[in-house]
């Protein structure tokens, strides 16, 4: 999203208007009362606004209403308000973990501490129950570097122990991360000793946790590399020496995420992670000293994500497991414009969004859920735990939830609850609550906690209750100081920097406190009524190649093999604040990426203006901890949001500390400057892709063109969909600004690949690039010489040449040339098209059995652009004619009889000072018949009749009921089968003229698209 607009009248008494109300939200929500009515008057509008003038001038009138709403809110029965207290001074500090020792009740801390340059380090002091240090606070390793969340335990000898991630070097890839563990004994932290498997095909191990087994062995497991994905891996710490490496999650059992572990009385060990196999489900296994155990049993079922896993075990035997249960609708679809199959009720978008605001897009709400869900693990089953869990409160996207047992035998459960609040502000708090006889206890939330989305810490006292520990970083009082919640506010000092990040931004450097929580009396009480596992069915699966074979794609071109590697330039996460943080956290959005969307390579690419400079490393970090060449690639990226037209930074093979670079920033505020900046960067080469060229929000301005930079441009995006051309199929609804689609920069003379990627949101579009291997220097060789494709999915493989030069490439030609194209689908092709300046000079297309006279016109019914929301559901009849039978159709599609379609269709006037105006919509038909059949087009926003051979000659338009437009014009219209997967087409052509550019078009017969880069002909001097 686009910012720093400019201020309107009266802003100073708006901004005062939204503090205020800031104000009194964060002080209902501190005093523990419900809010739930509140947030959702406010959402979307204006809780997703980017700045105080936006809304209409309506924004008192929301506030107000949200005023009504906060009167009436409810006390959250029994809640508590509990304090926290500051661990260390350092200011850039995360991922803390805690132990209390047996005993003398000794707390154990370690954490992360970024020093800006060079790396992380792991630090961790032991204090007494008073507070006072017993070992000082210290990092646990001299040379700064990678490192990943930390575990800290006390053996069976009160020896206090850090687990945790970390790479073997300073430099990546040369450090590969693996799990490392150190011991403080005689004063001192002994060196640190790798514990996980060693060598490039263990990297990376990580998300490791540490159980004290009932014979007294220190238990480690972690989540490890095994091929080409994941596992769980286990090993034992006893009699002074770590044993064998053992192998928890069985072959054949899904990708391993995320593992917790537990140790039962009996001696065994309880483990629990959770594995990907077309889902995300929580499996758990027993397995006893030497790794032997029954095969895992699934404690959830259904299409939901049961994701971060949690273990405890009471002082009875009992053993317990917290999770998320995560709902990601149209989650790897190709997003809003996606077909569905004929005769259905709804189409793969329709849950893809949350509704449209009153000023907001339903784009900026993906459509997520969570809840958390604890259950005992029985023999007979799985029982959840009584009462109600997070009473008022949010857990979006995830709450992360930690379960640990209570000394005197009830449990603790910490989690993140999010807190909304208008102006695009919102943080996570962390909240608790027991589990003890009588169900679930009143929560506690805790002041001070305030942060990312970033899991808590949690350890039981053995005297009864827990030690808590957080990271927070004053994001909520950032939201009760300024209006700015999209970037931050400005530092006017630094208007001219250059790579650094020039907001004060909404996230401020982490810093590390805890808590305590009271002890729980009485074993936890669950349902008296088993299920075999908790089911979790709301998800609809919706990608279109999740059922067909994956079969790698080669090429060859000049003497050389390429193969065709499947990737995504534009992702957000919740560093990006565009979504009000309905997108997935880093760590959660990598697991997606590699499971979900299966992708070869990608970027990250969080808005430069929402990032600060610890998260930009966090960025570049995880790209290096889950790089794994010829599996998975992460590129470093950043996108640069102007507005003269957004475009997203991709570095090539490059060393850590890119530069990133903000549109904000007056040294860096338009395109020219940013390729300027970046040229001065050599070592860090990099392309920049404009995305959603064409739409009102914010197009591309293409007077601004560098060839060396400008390598690619998105032309589809699943978050809305196509902006190749005014008229294009699949064309998103806010695509009406003419003259400056994808093509219109072609025209120009500009010369430039295509692709496709995903943006905000639940879907997935992709990037093809050819490449003879999979690692970061291949694919950024692939993107800079323009060898990609465009897909609307995953699985649609196009390859084009003209006269034998492969797309991307530039050849001299006089006179004709041949054209090649050839596309291999997941299902069956329906058309294939060689375009010449974006019209059709060649083309593959399903033969139709016509009666003599007959015309077969692809055409849209086309509406929109009115200055008011307006309904357009309505019909079209052709008299004399038909409608030609496809199986599948345009989402709006009700109903297509022989003779008619039916359709429900409404577009928004999403004005008010804001980023969008009028939208349009459409439905593709093909109809059949003479040129005399009479065409009628009925809605409720307007009227259209004309003939099918008037509609064959061109656009026509119908008369509307108010403002906006009624039209048919030319279309792709319906699609039906070539009879194949596969399609070829030769051709010749005569460019007859200048310099030219041709590129290849497919689409399969369920509306899924790719497009392949141009190949552009010169003439010859002469």
Request: glycine share 12%.
């Amino acid at each position: 999203m686009a910012h720093a607009h400019p201020p309107a009248d009266g802003t100073p008494e708006l901004e005062e208007d939204v503090l205020a109300f800031n104000r009194e939200l964060v002080a209902a929500m501190r005093g523990g009362r419900d809010v739930t009515e509140v947030i959702a008057t406010l959402d979307p509008d204006p809780l997703r606004y980017i700045w105080v003038d936006e809304g209409g001038g309506e924004l008192p009138a929301m506030l107000a209403a949200g005023r009504d709403a906060l009167a009436r809110a409810p006390a959250i029965p029994g809640h508590e308000r509990g304090d926290g207290t500051p661990v260390h001074q350092a200011e850039e500090a995360a991922r803390p973990t805690v132990a209390v020792r047996p005993g003398d009740n000794a707390v154990l801390t370690a954490w992360l501490v970024w020093e800006p340059g060079r790396g992380e380090r792991v630090w961790a002091r032991v204090a007494g129950p008073d507070g006072v240090p017993l070992v000082p606070a210290a990092a646990l390793h001299q040379t700064p570097v990678d490192c990943v969340r930390p575990t800290a335990i006390f053996d069976a000898e009160g020896t206090p122990w850090v687990c945790y991630a970390a790479a073997s070097g300073p430099e990546p890839p040369a450090g590969e991360v693996g799990v490392w563990a150190q011991a403080h004994r005689e004063g001192h932290w002994e060196a640190p000793v790798r514990i996980s498997h060693e060598g490039p095909a263990a990297h990376p191990a990580f998300n490791q946790e540490a159980a004290v087994a009932a014979d007294g062995a220190l238990e480690v497991c972690w989540q490890g590399r095994a091929g080409e994905g994941f596992a769980i891996f286990r090993r034992r710490y006893e009699d002074g020496q770590w044993g064998a490496i053992t192998r928890v999650s069985p072959e054949g059992t899904g990708n391993a995420w995320d593992p917790s572990i537990a140790p039962l009385p009996d001696g065994r060990l309880a483990v629990v992670w959770s594995a990907y196999s077309e889902g995300y489900r929580i499996l758990q296994r027993v397995v006893d000293r030497d790794g032997q155990g029954d095969p895992p049993r699934a404690l959830t079922e259904g299409a939901d994500y049961g994701v971060h896993p949690s273990l405890a075990v009471t002082s009875t035997g009992e053993l317990w497991c917290a999770f998320d249960l995560v709902t990601v609708h149209g989650h790897g679809g190709s997003g809003p414009t996606q077909l569905k199959p004929a005769g259905a009720t709804e189409a793969p978008g329709d849950h893809l969004h949350r509704d449209t605001g009153r000023y907001i897009p339903a784009e900026l709400r993906p459509n997520v859920s969570a809840r958390i869900a604890v259950v005992r693990i029985d023999d007979d089953g799985v029982r959840e735990a009584a009462g109600e869990l997070a009473p008022g409160l949010e857990v979006n996207p995830a709450g992360l939830p930690v379960l640990v047992a209570d000394a005197r035998g009830g449990l603790w459960l910490t989690y993140r609850i999010m807190r909304r609040l208008p102006l695009l502000h919102y943080h996570w708090e962390v909240a608790a609550q027991p589990l003890g006889p009588d169900g679930w206890g009143p929560v506690t939330t805790f002041a001070g906690s305030d942060a990312g989305l970033e899991e808590p810490a949690l350890a039981a006292d053995p005297r009864g209750g827990a030690a808590l520990a957080w990271q927070a970083d004053d994001r909520c009082a950032r939201s009760l100081e300024w209006t700015e919640g999209f970037g931050g506010r400005e530092q006017a000092e630094r208007r001219a920097h250059h790579g650094e990040v020039v907001w004060d931004a909404v996230a401020a450097p982490g810093r590390i406190r805890e808590g305590r929580v009271r002890p729980v009396e009485g074993s936890p009480a669950a349902s008296p009524a088993p299920v075999a596992a908790v089911h979790a069915d709301t998800r609809t699966e919706v990608r279109p190649f999740v059922d067909a074979e994956r079969e790698r794609v080669t090429v060859e071109t000049e003497g050389e093999t390429l193969t065709l590697w499947w990737g995504d330039l534009h992702r957000h996460s919740l560093i990006s604040r565009c979504t009000a943080g309905d997108e997935p956290a880093l760590d959660d959005f990598y697991r997606y990426a590699w499971d979900v969307s299966e992708y070869d390579f990608w970027a990250v690419t969080d808005h430069a203006e929402n990032t600060n400079a610890y998260q930009w490393w966090g960025i570049q970090k995880l790209a290096d901890l889950f790089r794994v060449d010829g599996r998975f690639v992460p590129l470093y990226g950043f996108e640069w949001t102007s507005w003269l037209g957004h475009q997203n930074v991709i570095y090539g093979d490059v060393p850590r500390g890119a530069p990133i670079f903000s549109a904000e920033a007056e040294s860096t505020d338009d395109p020219a400057k940013l390729w300027a900046a970046l040229r001065e960067h050599p070592d860090h080469p990099a392309i920049t892709i404009p995305h959603h060229p064409g739409a009102v929000m914010v197009p591309y301005d293409w007077s601004y063109y560098d060839p060396d930079y400008l390598r690619a441009v998105e032309i589809f995006q699943a978050c809305r969909g196509n902006y190749e051309d005014d008229g294009a199929f699949r064309q998103y609804s806010d695509g009406t600004l003419t003259g400056t689609f994808t093509l219109d920069g072609l025209r120009r003379g500009h010369r430039f690949g295509l692709l496709a990627s995903s943006d905000h949101g639940n879907g997935a579009s992709y990037v093809g690039v050819y490449a003879p291997r999979l690692d970061r220097a291949s694919v950024f060789e692939g993107l800079h010489a323009r060898r990609t494709i465009a897909a609307t999915t995953r699985g649609i493989a196009l390859d084009f040449r003209v006269d034998g030069a492969f797309l991307g490439e530039e050849i001299v030609r006089d006179g004709p040339v041949t054209l090649y194209a050839s596309v291999r689908g997941y299902r069956d092709v329906a058309r294939l098209e060689v375009l010449r300046e974006g019209e059709v000079v060649a083309a593959r297309i399903p033969a139709l059995d016509l009666p003599q006279g007959w015309l077969a016109v692809p055409v849209r019914v086309e509406w929109g652009l009115a200055e008011e929301p307006t309904d357009w559901s309505g019909s079209l009849r052709i008299d004399g004619g038909a409608v030609l039978q496809t199986p599948y159709w345009s989402p709006e599609l009700t109903e297509v009889a022989d003779d008619a379609a039916h359709w429900r269709a409404s577009t928004h006037a999403l004005g008010g000072g804001g980023l969008y105006e009028s939208q349009r919509g459409g439905v593709e038909l093909t109809l059949l018949g003479p040129p005399t059949a009479e065409v009628v087009v009925e809605t409720a926003g307007g009227l259209l009749k004309t003939t099918l051979g008037e509609a064959a000659a061109g656009p026509v338009e119908g008369t509307p009921q108010g403002s906006g437009r009624i039209g048919l014009q030319a279309g792709t219209g319906g699609l039906t089968s070539l009879g194949s997967a596969d399609a070829t087409l030769d051709a010749t052509d005569d460019p007859a003229g200048g310099s030219t550019w041709y590129y290849a078009r497919a689409f399969l017969v369920d509306g899924e698209m790719a497009w392949s880069s141009p190949v552009w002909v010169d003439p010859s001097a002469g």
